[in-house]
């Protein structure tokens, strides 16, 4: 199949081979394209479905708490989402949350925290959120306002939280606070919120072009024991950006995933739509983008199994992640476009593969950091 051909590619061993093949085949029986009329409900749906088959053990670390290895794979987690974008959005957004969501409990989370949340991420019992956003604190982290005062055997929330993946539907939510140590992101810490702790709401629900579960979090003295701090205090902008250093490069994946899916569909367009008394694949024009994309498609793909590959031998990655989502998105961006234009009217109506992928796509060039935060990060390590 051409979109397992780059499993030849060295940055692979055998079993990411074989995990690519497995997923492949069992999201073609399992997994449908389209956007769901109750997006809360699929989402659930498919985090059960996901653990029940045992794919959601790769998103966290640990083999006797249900993980696939005593370390996230980096390229197993590339590998999934790549698979799972391209064969529906919803499910690879549902994959992700729950890695992202749990991710700072998997790196620097005590043994108790890790023995009570993560065999139950693992399984897909429960759903996980990762709440770093802001209103006035997106790119920039260090602006954070909403604050955790220690008090006794607690630390008391009070803020909000933005633009939250899963929230409204997450069991418990992985929540950065201004503790206060130091000025800037040297103050800032991480805490496990459980969905049911008192002073913890659902302020709004936000709906977006691609519908996924988005919510606005409100935290009003909400008391978090100080057994749900994660690490030490004044952490966790560290924890959080290492969480990010192994999902970035997920990101960029999964935009790959849509990549490949919109050049097959552009490639099936261009084979079977008739024109001119020949077929759109005949058109020089039509050559010229299919190519173009294809080059597109393998470029961002270098990019991403590098970086991933890098990290799995215990490499720094800033950079080569940042690299790697900064090309994959941007990339898929111009790809998408391209077999809109190649479908014609076709590709904006409602419905269609290729339009719902114009819509995924979108986002992908802003969370977990914006094309331009990207571009700072690469800029600045090349200069230093």
């Known amino acids: 199949m051409p979109h397992l051909k780059h499993l030849e590619w060295p940055f692979f061993d055998a079993p990411h081979r074989e995990l690519a093949a497995e997923l492949d085949a069992w999201c073609g029986a399992h997994l449908h394209a389209g956007h769901a009329a109750d997006v ?24 006797a708490l249900g993980g696939a290895a005593e370390v996230i794979d980096t390229r197993a987690i590339c590998l999934l989402r790549e698979t799972l974008a391209r064969h529906n959005g919803l499910a690879d957004f549902a994959f992700a949350m729950q890695g992202l969501g749990s991710g700072a409990i998997s790196l620097a989370g005590s043994a108790a925290q890790r023995e009570r949340y993560l065999p139950r991420v693992a399984s897909g019992e429960v759903l996980a959120a990762f709440a770093l956003s802001e209103p006035e604190a997106g790119s920039d982290v260090a602006a954070m306002q909403c604050s955790a005062v220690e008090d006794g055997d607690a630390y008391v929330l009070n803020g909000e939280k933005t633009w939250i993946s899963n929230g409204g539907i997450a069991g418990f939510y992985t929540v950065f606070a201004r503790t206060g140590e130091s000025p800037g992101s ?66 960029a994946a999964a935009a790959l995933g849509f990549a490949r899916r919109a050049l ?32 597109t498609v393998d470029s961002s793909a270098l990019l991403v199994y590098r970086a991933a590959w890098q990290r799995d031998q215990g490499q720094n990655v800033t950079r080569e992640a940042a690299m790697a989502k900064l090309m994959a998105t941007e990339g898929a961006q111009q790809v998408i476009d391209a077999a809109v234009q190649l479908f014609g009217g076709r590709g904006v109506r409602s419905g269609e593969m290729v339009e719902q992928l114009y819509r995924e796509i979108r986002a992908l060039r802003i969370y977990e950091g914006a094309s331009e935060v990207q571009q700072l990060i690469i800029g600045r390590d090349l200069l230093r």
């Open 40 to 63: 809360d409900a699929e989402c659930q749906s498919l985090v059960k479905q996901l653990g029940e088959a045992g794919w959601l053990r790769h998103a966290i670390a640990g083999q």
């Open 186 to 251: 040297r103050g800032i810490s991480a805490f496990i919120v459980d969905a049911d702790t008192p002073g913890f709401e659902i302020a709004e629900r936000i709906q977006v072009i691609a519908p996924h579960p988005l919510a606005r979090l409100r935290f009003v003295n909400c008391r978090v024991p100080k057994s749900q701090l994660i690490g030490t205090a004044g952490e966790g902008f560290k924890i959080a950006m290492r969480t990010l250093d192994v999902f970035r490069t997920s990101v």
């Open 264 to 295: 097959q569909e552009g490639l099936a367009q261009a084979k079977s739509r008739a024109m001119f008394g020949a077929r759109l694949a005949d058109l020089p024009l039509t050559q010229a983008k299919l190519a173009t994309m294809a080059c």
